[in-house]
């Protein structure tokens, strides 16, 4: 077998390119038609009233930060099982990170920790500015329980749904924007979608949009409500200091090709998880996914459970027998409170969240992604049957 598998990649069709070329034969590489475009047709498709593309997801998760005001002074709550810029972005406002251990199941944050840390908080007179939850590997988090909780603590609620493009929540596949106050997306090549590099902000405060859009292209306005004075059509100034996060035309030509495909994109990453399902559930060696019925889980990744406890090969060694074999996984994560930099600068230590460190031992992602076809699959999970031993 000389094919070689990762655990995720994207699908790039002909009609794929054919847009990219004609963006790029077209006037506006940047800065042109292409990005309200998509903006407009992502705000349709997931029911948001503003939406922003900017350049990658973490770009994203900067600006909604600078876009709510976080500073030095607020207390800012994530998972620990998620990408390391879920909780970089707090450091990048200055605010202080903390986390909340997982649920055991549905490996996104447990609520009821949630609530327990927000009383400790206020006991001792400090409130949460904010909490990130992220839809880990595509299964949305308990959203209306963590509604209830931001309207009772009056915290600001952050969707961080790069995952979770395509999942559903009671039915509803616009839920993101509908509980959380702003939502981000990454278009990164593993995720549902792509365009290269890419992410957007979509929520339905006009204020949080407008800041964003400002922000995302240096802090430049040429709105004149905001101008002090104005010189010329040329003019523009400049009130905080933002970024270069925009994104391109052609990668937003991408991305309007790949949206038409979302649909066809989940039903197969879906088919795939099915099959897995199928193939490691009653096996004392895995723990797979579980999804709840009122769930659509939009599996970004398939985060398999391997019990390396009661096996005689160690995870490390699992890994490199699969790469002989062609098969690249990855772990989802190593969690962020572990990190040097999370332990050097805020204190926090090995044992402080024990669920998501042991899921981390055991957590192993297998390949996901549209072009897998059943012999590909049949392979892989042969494969890690024969080595998990
Ligand atoms: C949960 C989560 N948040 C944020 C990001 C950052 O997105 P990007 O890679 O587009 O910067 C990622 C990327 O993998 C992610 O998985």
Known sequence: MSKLYSYGKQTIEKDDIDAV????????????????????????????????????????????????????????????????????????????????DINPVTYTLDLQKLEEKILIYKENKKAVKAVIAVDYAGLPCDWKKLRELADKYEFQLVNDNCHALGAEYENDPCYAVKFADVVNLSFHP??????????????????????????????????SKYLEKNDGPWYYEMHQLGFNYRITDFQCALGLSQLKKL?????????????????????????????????????????????????????????QKMHENNIGLQVHYIPVHTQPYYKNNFGFKDGDFPIAEEFYKNEVSIPIYPLLENDDLEYIVSTIKQLAK
């Not at 290269?196 to 979509?202: F, I, K, R, S």
């Not at 709840?292 to 990744?301: G, I, P, R, V």
Request: hydrophobic share 40%.
């Open 21 to 100: 070329t004609e963006v790029l034969k077209s006037d506006w590489l940047t800065q042109g038609p292409k990005i309200p475009e998509f903006e407009e047709k992502l705000s349709k498709k997931f029911n948001a009233k503003f939406v922003s593309a900017v350049a990658n997801g973490t770009a994203g998760l900067h600006l909604i930060g600078m876009a709510s005001g976080w500073n030095e002074n607020d207390i800012i709550i994530t998972s620990p099982i998620t990408f390391l810029a879920s909780a970089n972005c707090i450091l990048y406002s200055g605010a202080t990170p903390d986390f909340v």
């Open 190 to 223: 593993v995720k549902h979608l792509t365009t290269g590099e890419g992410g957007a902000v979509l929520t339905n405060d006009e204020k949080v949009d407008e800041k964003i859009k400002i922000l995302r292209t240096h802090g430049i306005t040429k709105d």
């Open 263 to 319: 649909d066809k994109f989940i039903k197969s990453r879906k088919k795939i998880a099915k099959y897995y399902d199928k193939e490691f559930s009653n096996d004392h060696r895995f723990v797979i996914p579980k999804v709840d019925e009122n769930l659509k889980h939009a599996y970004h990744l398939y985060p398999l459970q391997i019990k390396f406890d009661i096996l005689k090969i160690i995870k490390k060694h699992f890994f």
